[in-house]
């Protein structure tokens, strides 16, 4: 065996250590809902966007537990490299590193931002979950997050700015 795959070997050892010590520090506690009551759900807000699910039924956690998730989540963290890793990597990193960790899944949505005008800027990923029975968008980037209102404009700040901008989902990848 070679210096590099021990090297390797231990690697995933300490990271199979790790995931379960954050796992057990969380405390989880899931409730399950079907693939059919997250679809309703989701469409109850965004009548129009298409909801892309993968699973039969999916495991929800309480938002005060989302929030001790985000804040010691270190997707944040990592450098933002335009057209390299932006924010659909940034998306995609967080859910992957929640269900690989935690087992719990999150929502990485594809839309759109708007500036206060109404002007479109630009397509964009972010995360979202359903909690509480409430719907929740996350700037992964950043770990800003919002409390989403049915009917209402969705503005977080974008990225690593405190510029605002309207969220606007198309598509929820579950």
């Known amino acids: ?3 590099n795959t021990l090297a390797r070997k ?3 050892n300490l990271l199979k250590t ?3 010590l954050i796992k ?3 405390e989880l506690k899931p409730t399950e809902i079907t693939g059919i ?3 309703t759900f989701i469409e109850s807000y965004y009548p129009n966007a298409k909801v892309i699910l993968m699973d039969g039924k999916y495991k929800l956690i309480g938002w005060d537990k989302w ?3 985000i804040e010691s989540d270190p997707t944040d963290l990592f450098k933002y490299i335009k057209d ?3 924010c659909d990597d940034f998306s995609y990193m967080f859910k992957y590193q929640i269900i690989r960790t935690l087992g719990i899944p999150c929502i990485v949505v594809h839309g759109h931002c708007y500036d ?4 479109w800027l630009f397509g964009h990923f972010w995360n979202a979950f359903i909690s509480d029975g409430k719907l929740y968008f996350l700037e992964s980037i950043s770990d800003n997050w919002v409390e989403v209102e049915k009917g209402k404009p969705v503005w977080i700040p974008v990225g690593m700015t405190d510029k605002k901008r309207e969220y606007r989902g198309i598509e929820f990848e579950f």
């Not at 206060?116 to 002007?119: D, S, V």
Request: hydrophobic fraction near 25%; glycine fraction near 12%; aromatic fraction near 8%.
């Open 67 to 69: 929030q001790d998730i």
């Open 18 to 20: 790790g995931e379960n």
């Open 10 to 12: 231990f690697g995933q």
């Open 84 to 86: 390299e890793r932006d």
């Open 116 to 119: 206060e005008k109404g002007a």
């Open 1 to 3: 065996m070679t210096t």
């Open 24 to 26: 057990k520090s969380f």
């Open 37 to 39: 009551t997250a679809r």
